[in-house]
């Protein structure tokens, strides 16, 4: 198990407000967002990157809010949907690959949690999900913003 600490950067992101559905079916949410986006003639340059807040377990769903990096800049009028970053960055941060999704999301936030204590860091939350494709798999990369060092 390997934390990296490193700062973050992706271009041209849009990102979607907060949505609520269930922890089940988020891929279906983010794919949606995807097509949306090929069928408005941009592509994706990158990974599905998402955020999951307000968990409610009694009915397993939580606010999700999904980034993806397109291959050209946008302008982009203010809307209650969507809002565009010519740069999406964090400067400081720590990484950490939850390589098998079988297992618990959670306790690699644990580990995130545990090694930012035993730093004295204080980390953003929610945190980051990069999902990445690999071999028809998916992988995630767990990124957490440090935002006080001490």
Known sequence: MKIKRCPIEFHHVISTTPTRCKTD???????????????????????????????????????????IPVNTPLEMEENDKFRFYESWRFNDGLAFRHADLDDDIEDSYELLRASAEAFNFELAEPFYNIYLDVY???????????????
């Open 25 to 67: 079916e988020w891929y279906m949410v983010a794919r949606d967002f995807r097509n949306a986006i090929i069928k408005n003639g941009l592509y994706s340059t990158g990974p599905i990157i998402y955020q999951v807040a307000n968990f409610e377990k009694s009915t397993n769903e939580a606010d999700y809010t999904f980034y």
């Open 136 to 150: 028809g798999d998916g992988i995630i990369d767990i990124y957490a913003p440090i935002v006080k060092e001490g």
